[in-house]
């Protein structure tokens, strides 16, 4: 009976010929016909057979047993093939040990492809008056709620090159809330815009502000001439990376209009003009970012700089040394006697010298 059971199932499957299940039904010992020639040809193969393929052998390189060492070098140079003979004779027959260069110049080869057309449209805006501002651009397309929303739909949109997220956030200047449900908009941006900018900014792309363009159809772009459903200024927000691939697999844009506080990333300057830090004396952040407001028709800055002239060791950085652009100003949540840029540490030997030396400028002036 199990037998039978087993037959049924597998005719079912498409596993058996339906002679044989119709053998069987008829209680006549023809369980031989399972392998017929009305089976799948593979039924008959070996288990072996049907385990998953593996990839072909590689030849081990020639830097797995000296670094540096290339195949080129290997062909070229005598000397290097004879010691290669007479210390590793089965350098070229042992599988399996590191991949071919061959490989390695196919995959970047391929990542060089994939990024093929960045230069075309390097985000600049072509509108003078916004590029003054500090505006970049941005296109992205309308996401379905119902068919593109969840964990499975969305690595089926990244497979396309198609990084998915939503436009959220209020706009007072333009009557949007954000507590209204149309104020979240679905929208699947394409994975070179994210990463070009991800490339050029690094940790200063959330703090970057954006003109996003959402077309209506996949394949739209700002030359097709089709006509935009909207265009927003936004903030990137939420941007997560994959943690093997270093890739954004989810990034989400905040809406933005003067007035808003955004987060500026610090940058040092004047870092020669300190004697402890010539003497390699660093600064140990606490905070990489100040939330600022820019006022409305001022550029939007990429850093605010912290000056570092006459910086010394054990010294607390604070707001006082904090650069800020004019028609830019801390937002309320930067408590001024209580916001920490960093502090300057050094060795114990900077420390002494950099002592003595105040105490020789206080002597000389004293005796003077």
């Not at 007035?259 to 500026?264: A, D, L, S």
């Not at 010394?312 to 840029?341: H, N, Y």
Request: hydrophobic letters at 35%; aromatic letters at 8%.
């Amino acid at each position: 009976m199990a037998a039978r059971a087993s037959v049924l199932r597998a005719s079912r499957c498409g596993l058996a010929s339906p002679t044989a299940a119709a053998a069987v039904r008829q209680n006549l010992p023809s369980l031989h016909l399972l392998r017929s020639e009305a089976a799948p040809s593979w039924a008959a193969a070996p288990l072996s057979s049907l385990a998953r393929p593996t990839a072909p052998s590689c030849f081990a390189h020639p830097s797995k047993y000296v670094s540096g060492v290339t195949p080129e070098m290997l062909e070229t140079d005598p000397a290097i093939r004879a010691f290669y003979e007479a210390n590793y004779p089965d350098h070229e027959s042992e599988p399996d040990v590191i991949e071919p260069s061959k490989y390695i110049d196919e995959r970047r080869a391929k990542k060089l492809e994939m990024r093929e057309g960045w230069d075309q449209d390097d985000g600049k805006h072509p509108d003078p008056e916004l590029d003054r501002l500090n505006l970049r651009r941005i296109y992205c397309y309308p996401r379905s709620r119902e068919s593109e929303s969840g964990s499975r739909r969305g690595r089926s949109l990244r497979s396309r090159r198609l990084i998915p997220g939503i436009i959220y956030g209020s706009d007072p200047t333009r009557g949007i809330l954000s507590f209204d449900f149309e104020s979240r908009v679905p929208v699947k941006t394409p994975w070179r815009h994210i990463q070009r900018e991800l490339d050029r900014y690094h940790r200063g792309f959330p703090a970057r502000v954006y003109e996003l363009t959402v077309f209506p159809e996949e394949g739209d772009d700002y030359d097709s001439g089709a006509e935009p459903l909207s265009v927003e200024r936004v903030v990137p927000a939420d941007v997560n990376m994959h943690p093997v691939n270093i890739a954004a697999y989810c990034c989400n844009f905040l809406r933005y209009h003067p007035g808003r506080p955004i987060n500026i990333p610090i940058r040092y300057i004047n870092e020669e003009e300190s004697a402890a830090m010539k003497r390699g004396a660093f600064i140990a952040p606490i905070n990489r970012n100040v939330n600022v407001i820019v006022e409305e028709g001022v550029p939007v800055p990429e850093f605010i700089d912290l000056e570092c002239t006459g910086v010394k060791l054990k010294d607390v950085l604070r707001t006082e040394r904090l650069i800020l652009p004019d028609g830019v100003a801390f937002s309320d949540k930067v408590k001024k006697d209580q916001f920490l840029v960093g502090t300057v540490f050094g060795s114990r030997r900077g420390l002494l010298e950099e002592r003595a030396a105040e105490a020789a400028q206080a002597a000389a002036a004293n005796g003077g």
